[in-house]
């Protein structure tokens, strides 16, 4: 699974770049970014994508729209979706499920905790497919 390419969406240039590091240090190299969930969507358009790491709180369209716009179109809708977002409320983490991320993470992240919640999330993908 370490040719996945990834989408990383966060309006911080800084949790991009935490990211993107931690990911590469757990074998996963091919990683595209957007700043918002419109942004995201192009990106998810141009195709390619394996699996999307999405921040919650972000301007013009926030991760959970996104989330649930990807989940609204056949093409993307078993799209792997992590969120990682300093929304740790239990009422975000059901809203979040609800509008069917496949895995939640609450910042800050250790890059171990990113790839058991990576771990966990194609695991599951690959026994529903």
């Avoid at 990682?84 to 939640?104: C, F, H, M, P």
């Amino acid at each position: 699974m370490a040719s996945t390419k990834f989408l990383i969406v966060d309006d911080s240039i800084t949790i991009r770049r935490i990211i993107v590091n931690a990911l590469k240090i757990i074998g996963y190299l091919d990683v595209v970014e957007a700043s918002n969930g419109k942004e995201a969507l192009m990106k998810l358009e141009a195709g390619n994508i394996d699996f999307l790491i999405t921040d919650w709180n972000m301007p013009e369209m926030n991760g959970l729209d996104l989330t649930k716009e990807i989940r609204k179109t056949p093409a993307l809708m078993n799209l792997p979706i992590l969120m990682i977002t300093t929304r740790g409320t239990e009422t975000d983490v059901i809203d979040a499920l609800q509008a069917k991320v496949n895995s939640y993470i609450v910042k800050p992240f250790t890059p171990q905790e990113l790839k058991e919640k990576i771990d966990e999330v194609v695991n599951i993908v690959l026994a529903s497919s």
